[in-house]
């Protein structure tokens, strides 16, 4: 590996998930050397950990954060809003594997839903037709199944209910994806063996991670200077209000500067927002890049809620891959269900230990031991849908301070009544779903601690409306580049991390014409 | 609102300096030390069962969890007085001698104070990580190191049709 000078002007990209570690490996094949800051360690497959409080303290991002608003997380885990995590690979070694794509209509949800109130929908500036060879792109180097010619994976006990249910209410789209890990062998890794630990690492390799693949491939090149342990404090910039440096402590304490060219960000919403506003400077004094005061506001998190049902027979819904059931028929927009927008259901299974802290959090007493007595016999999902963007729903810096003496992030939500409305309405879905199959007794879980966090750094047409342009390009600083779900300028009811990576993908042939022509 | 230790630890007041109250009932004389205070396990292992009734968990996973709130609660001395003021409540009100449905509701009645949310927050993430637990519950634990399921039941449902996999 090339170590790239601190004192070299690179292209600094920050954080090494599904945005950052795509930008690192897409900017190197194209010969541009980077340098990555990652503020976690770098683990290898077998370090992972088939135990689920053991990895959640091995992987999790447990710097602190804090929370305000009426959602209920702010109740229930008021230090931790989002389940991230701290690692190379970021949270892609957490996801579960659903990829779909957007739909049309979600990159246009203000001209397709109209004024709702308290909502502050905007029309992305980019369209679906727009992003078709990124997502061809993406679906191929995640290797998701059903398309392209990959071969779907198994239906597994959960998704043995799920179909089942679907298909006696009377749904007609759903399958086992499509689904980021290899059903059979497939760009030099192997095929699933159904071992049950998606969010804990997957130490088979066969799912998709920037950490098995984009990361190692950026490295190979020689241009990728990867450094772990490397927490961004601030961004600095020049006279000109470009950026000039980035600085970092490193795993030894030490306050670090590299200078930089070029700065991506690609913390996650809630980090990336957090670090901009750190960024403040005379030149900035809402923070950096904020003249619109959009940083940080316009945080989504996907409606979310689980529905876990028990049955008189055996599931053992723990057995196989965690999120392969998708059922795409309420992903559609029509008001007269109650709400504009859509939302997937997908299957769900948790371990007793994170299902005894998330099936009804802070329950107890004979009820809810009785639900955890049916175990084996139950079956599971997520839902999963758009929220509405709003204003205050927003990142600001905390009175709180982390290890560093930083303020930390405030994640501050409260649910818009158009995901209350969608979230009431897909319960009740999910309910008769699994009475089709004779389930004995279901219930509502609660949203968990986010792990889809968009937003934050929206894309917008207009200076005034967002924070960066079509390109995920700061609107205020020309050599600023937001490459994570903190542009998405709204939230669609996809699993984000496909577009993610997309966008990635895309971002990172502008730069890389951009740097090649000398414009940046 | 008035200030309390207890609604400090609720988290209802923040930065306040308050004195621990005098421990009612059992008079403690010496180093306080939660965990090497074995006379408080019995009511402790009750508490948990009440809280989580599992007919059929042993009560040794029980005596476990207990074990785990009682190291818990010597991390700060806020939590030691916190533990030891809550059982000296619990033995105050005769808590060991009451029936399941006057313990439970004795439960209930405490359900808001930071002693009963110590134990049941710690409770929760031990006594459903205890292996005999895992067990019983039917779940398998690791499965890497076994081949995961791919050649052990992932899909061994039987008492519905096999749907299939793909889009129409």
């Given amino acids: 590996m090339n170590a790239i000078a601190q004192d070299e002007a690179a292209v600094v990209i920050i954080g090494s998930g599904a945005g950052g570690g795509t930008m690192a490996y897409e900017l190197t094949k194209a010969g541009i050397p980077v340098v990555v800051l990652e503020a976690g360690q770098h683990f290898a497959l077998r370090d992972w950990v088939n135990d689920e409080w053991e990895a959640f303290g091995q992987m999790a991002w447990l710097d602190a954060r804090t929370t305000s608003g009426s959602w209920r997380v702010s109740r229930d885990f008021p230090g931790l809003p989002a389940w991230l995590v701290k690692a190379v690979g970021g949270t892609t070694t957490h996801w579960a594997g659903a990829t779909p794509r957007f739909l049309d209509y979600e990159f246009k949800a203000a001209s397709t839903y109209g004024d709702i109130e308290g909502a502050t929908l905007l029309d992305w500036p980019i369209s679906l037709d727009d992003m078709a060879p990124y997502y061809d792109a993406a679906e191929k180097a995640m290797g998701s199944t059903h398309v392209h010619g990959r071969p779907p994976l198994p239906a597994n006990n959960n998704y043995k209910v799920f179909a089942n249910g679907a298909e006696r209410v009377g749904y007609t789209e759903y399958a086992t994806g499509p689904y980021g890990t290899n059903a059979e062998p497939y760009d030099g890794r192997p095929g699933s063996i159904q071992d049950g630990f998606n969010f804990q690492g997957d130490k088979h390799g066969s799912k998709w991670s920037t950490l098995v693949r984009e990361i190692p491939r950026a490295v190979q090149t020689g241009l990728c200077d990867l450094r772990p342990q490397s927490h961004v404090v601030n961004i600095s910039h020049d006279a000109e209000g470009r950026a000039n440096a980035v600085i970092y402590v490193d795993g030894e304490g030490n306050l670090q500067s590299q200078a930089a060219r070029v700065v991506c960000v690609a913390g996650n919403s809630i980090e990336t927002a957090r670090l901009l506003l750190l960024s403040d400077s005379a030149m900035f004094p809402n923070g950096l890049a904020n003249s619109s005061d959009q940083v940080g506001r316009n945080y989504m998190r996907h409606l979310t809620g689980s529905m876990y049902a028990w049955f008189d027979k055996p599931v053992n819904f723990h057995r196989g891959e965690t999120m392969a059931g998708i059922i795409k028929d309420e992903v559609y927009n029509n008001p007269d269900r109650g709400f504009v927008g859509g939302y997937y259901m997908e299957t769900l299974a948790l371990g007793p230990a994170f299902m005894a802290a998330f099936l009804e959090p802070g329950g107890w007493g004979p009820d809810f031991a009785n639900m955890m007595d049916h175990y084996q016999n139950m079956a599971g999902m997520w839902i999963v849908g758009e929220d509405m963007p709003q204003s205050t729903n927003r990142i600001t810096l905390s009175e709180t301070t982390d290890q560093h003496g930083m303020p930390v992030a405030n994640v501050h939500f409260d649910d818009h009544p158009n995901d209350v409305a969608m979230r009431d309405y897909a319960y009740e879905k999910a309910e008769a779903l699994y009475a089709s199959v004779g389930a004995i007794g279901t219930h509502r879980t609660p949203p968990y601690p986010s792990t889809h966090n968009l937003g934050t750094c929206r894309m917008s047409e207009r200076p005034e409306d967002g924070v960066v342009n079509k390109w995920g390009q700061a609107h205020d600083v020309a050599n600023l580049f937001i490459s994570d779900g903190a542009v998405m300028t709204t939230g669609a009811a996809a699993n984000p991390t496909l577009t993610i990576v997309a966008l990635a993908i895309r971002q990172a042939e502008y730069l890389a014409g951009e740097l090649k022509s000398g414009t940046l | ?168």
């Fill in chain 2, 1 to 168: 609102m008035r200030v309390t230790r207890r609604s400090v630890l609720m988290g209802t007041a923040s930065a306040a300096v308050v004195g621990a109250s005098v421990l009612p009932g059992q008079v403690t004389a010496g180093i306080i030390k939660v965990s090497a205070n074995s006379a408080d396990k019995p009511m402790l292992v009750r508490m948990v069962q009440v809280v989580y009734p599992h007919a059929q968990f042993p009560v040794g996973c029980y005596e476990r969890t207990a074990d785990a709130i009682m190291a818990a609660a010597d991390q700060s001395a806020a939590d030691a007085v916190t533990f030891t003021s809550g059982m000296a409540d619990l033995r105050n009100v005769g808590f060991e001698d009451m029936d399941d449905a006057a313990a439970l509701a004795h439960m209930e009645s405490i359900a808001d104070t930071p002693f009963f949310q110590m134990v049941r927050g710690k409770t929760v993430v031990t006594l459903y990580n205890d292996h005999e637990v895992w067990g019983i519950l039917g779940y398998e634990g690791a499965s890497f190191d076994q081949g995961g399921y791919i050649n052990r039941g992932f899909n061994d449902l039987d008492w519905l049709p096999d749907p299939r996999v793909d889009y129409l």
